[in-house]
């Protein structure tokens, strides 16, 4: 399964982006990370292949969204009231079945290319 991220960019404090991520098959859960320089990659958001269970960092909860489209294999972050420090490259992740630790990212199979998104303040 190959995955394609994109959406991201250069946006200013308190606006909204809309990254996408879209799969080349069939996925199970499916996940956002970010990494900013010369951090480690962290855990954003998760959604369940029914997309009736999802998960958040306390960083973005409230602020982001993580929903998916299971006919177009996609799956989407909705990111609002951006703040300076959601700025990274953010990645797509997934994975082929259940999750015990899904804020791992060894726990994840499949991963896209990333996509950066910049705020300013």
């Known amino acids: 399964v190959q995955l394609q991220a994109s959406g991201g960019g250069l946006v200013q404090a308190g606006d909204s982006l809309r990254l996408s991520c879209a799969a080349s098959?069939?996925?199970?859960?499916m996940a956002w990370f970010r990494q900013a320089p010369g951090k480690e990659r962290e855990f954003v958001a998760r959604i369940s292949w029914s997309g009736g269970t999802t998960i958040y960092a306390d960083s973005v909860k409230g602020r982001f969204t993580i929903s998916r489209d299971n006919a177009k294999n996609t799956v989407y972050l909705q990111m609002n009231s951006l703040k300076p420090e959601d700025t990274a490259l953010y990645y797509c992740?997934?994975?082929?079945?259940?999750?015990?630790?899904?804020?791992?990212?060894?726990?994840?199979?499949?991963w896209g290319q990333g996509t950066l998104v910049t705020v300013s303040s």
């Open positions: 098959g069939r996925t199970y859960g």
């Open positions: 992740a997934a994975d082929s079945g259940p999750t015990t630790k899904p804020h791992r990212p060894d726990d994840y199979d499949y």
